[in-house]
């Protein structure tokens, strides 16, 4: 398990989706797309209930280890594409390695380093919502495999270098430039007994729980589909509907 500090800052993100309303939001505005500092970012939340893709959440979740006293770095996969990902390794105060996902929504975050002795390479339970994962760690790569409830497995792969600050800085900016339709938003909502994962993706909502994929086409209007993901997220409606509305035209561009 995390040390306590490291739960402790996590937890403050808790109730926060990871989503690309906010990036089309600030190119509209903008005329272009730019990574947002961390003050304009606690200002779009505070406002609107807004948080960001996996590079904004990174950078405030960084900020907020450094506050905390916490030594943390940026880590991830394919940063200069299109695909690009990135999360955090956060490191307690005896040297051991968490990995922090925020976007892709962990419950919590988990060890790494295979020599440790609390290490397992077991599927463990109530770390990421609806599937059981296994840590693969490697020299320089971490595997994730996540068991799906139909058998199904997934994997993400990380590198684990720490991604030079420059570099990191680069890779957001771009990020924040590549607007590609359809909007994606994800979050973690309770579900009975459980943390399950809430999607929106496609134009389909998907609750992702232990007892599988729950499925909701999105026939409502773009007015009403707000409205669902406004309960669901906190995000302002009225700027979610009208991002949705410039992502249906992109893709009829």
């Given at each position: 398990m995390p040390s306590e500090d490291i739960l402790k800052t996590w937890r403050k993100f808790d109730h926060f989706p990871m989503e690309t309303v906010s990036k089309l939001w600030v190119y509209n505005k903008h005329k272009a797309g730019r990574q947002r500092d961390i003050a304009q970012m606690r200002e779009d939340r505070q406002k609107y209930g807004l948080s960001g893709n996996c590079?904004?959440?990174?950078?405030?979740?960084?900020?907020?280890?450094?506050?905390?006293?916490?030594k943390a770095?940026?880590?991830?996969?394919?940063?200069?594409?299109?695909?690009?990902?990135?999360?955090?390794?956060?490191?307690?105060?005896?040297?051991?390695?968490?990995?922090?996902?925020?976007?892709?929504?962990?419950i919590t975050p988990i060890l790494i380093d295979s020599h440790r002795q609390d290490f397992s390479e077991e599927k463990l339970?109530?770390?990421?919502?609806?599937?059981?994962?296994?840590?693969?760690?490697?020299?320089?790569?971490?595997?994730?495999?996540?068991?799906?409830?139909?058998?199904?497995?997934?994997k993400q792969t990380y590198d684990t270098t720490p991604i030079e600050a420059e570099e990191f800085r680069t890779a957001a900016e771009a990020s924040q430039n590549?607007?590609?339709?359809?909007?994606?938003?994800?979050?973690?909502?309770?579900?009975?007994?459980?943390?399950?994962?809430?999607?929106?993706?496609?134009?389909?909502?998907?609750?992702?729980?232990t007892e599988g994929l729950i499925k909701k086409e999105s026939n409502e209007t773009m007015s009403e589909l707000a409205d669902v993901i406004e309960t669901t997220t906190g995000m302002d409606k009225g700027i979610v509907q009208t991002v949705l509305e410039l992502y249906r035209k992109r893709e009829k561009e």
């Open positions: 590079f904004d959440l990174a950078i405030w979740l960084l900020d907020e280890f450094k506050k905390d006293g916490i770095y940026p880590i991830g996969h394919d940063i200069d594409a299109e695909g690009a990902h990135v999360a955090v390794i956060a490191v307690d105060e005896t040297g051991g390695r968490y990995l922090c996902d925020l976007g892709d929504q962990w339970s109530g770390v990421f919502p609806a599937a059981k994962i296994q840590v693969k760690p490697g020299r320089e790569h971490l595997e994730i495999l996540y068991h799906r409830p139909n058998g199904k497995v997934s590549r607007i590609s339709p359809p909007p994606l938003i994800e979050c973690r909502v309770g579900y009975k007994d459980e943390t399950a994962h809430w999607e929106f993706d496609d134009w389909e909502i998907t609750w992702s729980t």
